[in-house]
């Protein structure tokens, strides 16, 4: 199974969220912008993910 995360970024938090093909979430948390929280939040879904999007924004 194939999965997807979007991340959607604010100042001192982002919102991940992780999908499947038939668009069903199958996580979402708010965590602290930090490297390792990010990578801590994906790591379940290390080998079926098939793409990452970031939200894009000028002032980062």
Same mark, same amino acid.
């Given at each position: ?17 992780? &999908?499947? %093909?038939?668009? $069903?979430? =199958? ?7 930090? &490297?390792? %929280?990010?990578? $801590?939040? =994906? ?18």
């Amino acid at each position: 199974m194939k999965t997807y995360a979007g991340i959607d970024l604010h100042s001192s938090n982002n919102f991940i969220v992780v &999908i499947d %093909n038939d668009d $069903k979430r =199958l996580f979402e948390k708010r965590i602290p912008n930090n &490297i390792e %929280n990010v990578l $801590k939040a =994906l790591e379940p879904f290390k080998n079926s993910l098939d793409g990452v999007v970031v939200e894009s924004t000028y002032n980062w």
